[in-house]
């Protein structure tokens, strides 16, 4: 071998193995090695010990923070993986599907009297689930970070008041339907399964999924309790301009604990209906006036616990429009077009 000086090398130098590769049969060494000034390391204790095979570095495996703040690795580093990137000074990064995420109206939404949702869908196949604005975005982009050569997506507009429930219903429907078959969607019509009601309200604090009634956070509203049933007014505060104000279930005479004795169903202090009566006793509207802070129906920051869909992503999020009120008036008179998808 060429006499090199020995100022420019660093001799007896050792490692236990899963750092080097051996140039030519590629394999993992374990031993003494030296290095040149310029970086290049051999097998040997010295220039003169042995045949001085030349070493490479083994590439570290890639690790990503993913959503819950664990760390994972992007990629299993077997041996020949270990080896294509050594030789080829390259990182695999894979490229990810879609995530599954909910997009949920606000209480700006509800006075618009529509909001977006977003789906992807897989090119090959009829799998198709809902994501959120971003991912959508990121669909309709050159990127890397989503596998676009097998999904795309779509933005659907979603009537959800300031119509008639059954306006609200024929106007959903029709956009699906036209976006399955113009945009070739095939399976959204089917993802509904008949819900195209869903997130409707004509009343304040209540929202329609699967054809039934539900407070803001998702929960059910008892089926007994009347049309009417939405939020009342506290004091002479009116957050809802169809309930008179100072009515509520709170001091409605019909109110026994948590029970309403006229429907025989369970109901909120903050909410009321048209067969409101106030409590004559005066001892017992006192203990009662104050039974609540001045808290307004909130569309946000609600748990959420959506219709189950067929899907395949695991990782499902909920998203939310960036709202800057909770207080909604539902009111007839303006009307909103049913839009179409993108």
């Not at 999904?151 to 029709?174: D, P, Q």
């Amino acid at each position: 071998m060429t006499y090199i000086p020995k100022n420019q090398i660093q001799t007896n130098l050792y490692t236990s193995g899963l750092e080097f590769l051996i140039v030519g049969n590629l394999t993992d060494y374990q031993g003494y090695y030296w290095k040149k000034s310029n970086g290049h390391k051999f097998t040997g204790r010295t220039p003169s010990d042995g045949p001085n095979q030349r070493l490479v570095p083994i590439a570290p495996p890639i690790e990503e923070e993913d959503q819950t703040g664990v760390v994972r690795s992007l990629r299993f580093y077997a041996p020949n993986t270990r080896i294509y990137d050594t030789l080829t000074a390259q990182r695999y990064t894979p490229i990810r599907i879609p995530i599954n995420a909910y997009t949920r109206p606000t209480a700006n939404d509800y006075k618009n009297g529509f909001f977006f949702r977003y789906f992807a869908k897989q090119r090959n196949q009829n799998t198709l689930f809902e994501t959120n604005e971003s991912e959508y975005e990121l669909l309709n982009k050159e990127t890397t970070l989503l596998n676009r050569n097998l999904y795309r997506g779509i933005r659907v507009r979603w009537s959800i008041s300031r119509k008639e429930r059954e306006e609200i219903f024929l106007v959903n429907k029709n956009i699906i339907t036209n976006l399955e078959n113009t945009r070739n969607f095939y399976g959204l019509t089917a993802y509904f399964k008949d819900d195209f009601d869903q997130f409707y309200t004509d009343k304040l604090g209540i929202i329609y999924l699967k054809g039934k009634r539900n407070y803001t956070n998702y929960t059910p509203v008892p089926d007994r309790l009347p049309p009417a049933y939405q939020w009342g007014n506290k004091n002479t505060e009116i957050v809802n301009s169809e309930v008179p104000k100072n009515q509520n279930c709170a001091i409605c005479k019909f109110k026994l604990g948590g029970l309403c004795t006229k429907w025989n169903a369970q109901v909120k202090n903050n909410y009321w209906c048209k067969s409101y009566q106030k409590i004559h006793d005066p001892n017992k509207l006192d203990s009662l006036k104050n039974y609540s802070s001045t808290d307004k129906p909130s569309l946000t920051n609600e748990p959420i616990n959506l219709p189950s869909t067929n899907t395949s992503n695991e990782n499902i999020t909920t998203n939310e429009n960036t709202s800057t009120g909770t207080s909604v008036s539902i009111s007839g008179g303006t009307s909103f077009g049913g839009g179409g998808g993108y």
